[in-house]
């Protein structure tokens, strides 16, 4: 794993290629390629030009980020830094822990984002506005 900083623990990893002259493939295992067990995965696909998607944050949840085929922008924000990191590599995730907003924009045409969840899908889990994200991280 390559550990290439980004905000508040947020990284790129290095995820395992097997080349091959009839196509490369990755294989992700949970706590061996990536930093936890996976509880949850989903894609995104046929993203609008122009549309942002995510926008949000998780009190537990962590994630790893994958530009499975073209590319895409994630906007990370801590509640001090806020970066932006291009994803084009379908061999490279980001990894992103909880209490980081995440949001998704510049999406080329025909990509698809691929996320690995460390825990299933909870309602209660999200933090969807940021103003109260940013009182949470700073203990307001």
Not at 67 to 78: E, H, I, K, P, Q
């Amino acid at each position: 794993m390559s550990a290439t900083p980004t905000v508040a623990g947020c990284r790129l990893l290095d995820l395992p290629i097997i080349r091959d002259t009839r196509g490369n493939l990755t294989p992700i295992e949970g706590g061996r390629d990536i930093p936890f067990e996976i509880r949850r995965v989903f894609y995104m696909y046929d993203v609008p030009g122009g549309a942002t998607r995510a926008g949000h944050a998780h009190r537990a949840l962590e994630q790893v980020i994958v530009a499975a085929s073209g590319s895409f922008d994630v906007v990370l924000d801590d509640g001090t830094t806020r970066e932006k990191t291009t994803l084009n590599r379908s061999y490279q995730g980001l990894y992103v822990p909880h209490l980081v907003w995440r949001e998704l924009e510049n999406f080329s045409s025909g990509a698809v984002c691929l996320v690995l969840a460390s825990l299933p899908f909870d309602e209660e889990d999200y933090f969807r506005d940021y103003e109260e994200f940013i009182e949470h991280v700073n203990g307001s």
